[in-house]
């Protein structure tokens, strides 16, 4: 009897983070999500867990949980993040410790904890969230592009340091999509930014999903260290 994937993703309270635990909870996987505040909505075959990503003991509990419930873990989603949209002489300190903490170290933490259970199985996947305003290099977003551009040389690095133990470490860069993320955001930046791109739309999740069930596929074992912008941007 095949077993189930488990696989765990990072900020399933709403948005990107929600839809794809349900795409995978759908796929038969047994999943693992965490955000910072409580979720309105409960799925077969998924727990949820509250946590801040960047504290270190919290994540280590997580894992924790995830050997001690599962055994392994198949895949992992770094999904969780935040934006920070200002001018550089306008930013202050806190709100750089802030998205730096959530998008980088958040990051690094649970790449760091699911290899070292993954390792145990000679398997794993890895994706990470990047975004398109790092090639883009828009101007207001300094902090939060610097912070997705760290992940995304993360990502290439820890693609080396484990391929080894045949664990993939690959990135997606979406577009903007409809999430709270980028609601604030005044529209003419919006479609400022769609002039950018090759292809002129909005993302959307169901673009996310194909590139994160390419990266996690069986097939895609030879796949690794790569960043996919959404959209035609490079």
């Not at 309105?40 to 919290?58: G, M």
């Not at 000679?122 to 883009?136: D, Q, S, Y």
């Not at 690095?157 to 955001?185: C, H, M, Q, W, Y």
Request: aromatic share 6%.
């Amino acid at each position: 009897m095949t077993q189930n994937k488990v696989t765990l993703i990072t900020g399933t309270r709403k948005g990107i983070g929600r839809t794809l635990a349900e795409h995978f909870v759908k796929q038969g996987h047994m999943v693992v999500g965490c955000s910072r505040s409580p979720i309105d909505f409960e799925l077969p075959n998924y727990k949820h867990i509250l946590a801040d990503v960047a504290d270190e003991k919290v994540v280590s509990g997580i894992f924790t949980f995830i050997r001690k419930e599962f055994g392994r873990l198949d895949n992992l989603i770094n999904n969780a993040g935040i934006a920070s949209m200002n001018h550089s002489l306008l930013t202050p300190l806190s709100t750089v410790e802030k998205v730096l903490s959530t998008n980088f170290v958040g990051t690094f933490l649970f790449c760091r904890e699911a290899a070292k259970l993954m390792r145990r199985n000679k398997v794993g996947r890895i994706v990470n969230f990047t975004t398109v305003a790092v090639p883009l290099r828009l101007d207001g977003e300094s902090v939060y592009a610097s912070s997705k551009a760290a992940v995304g040389t993360l990502t290439e690095i820890l693609a080396k340091e484990l391929g080894s133990f045949g664990i993939t470490v690959n990135a997606i860069g979406p577009t903007p999509i409809d999430t709270d993320l980028i609601r604030a955001v005044p529209k003419e930046k919006i479609n400022d930014l769609l002039l950018k791109q090759s292809i002129q739309r909005m993302g959307t999740v169901d673009d996310v999903i194909n590139v994160i069930d390419f990266f996690l596929s069986d097939r895609s074992s030879f796949i690794t260290g790569q960043k996919i912008y959404l959209g035609g941007v490079s």
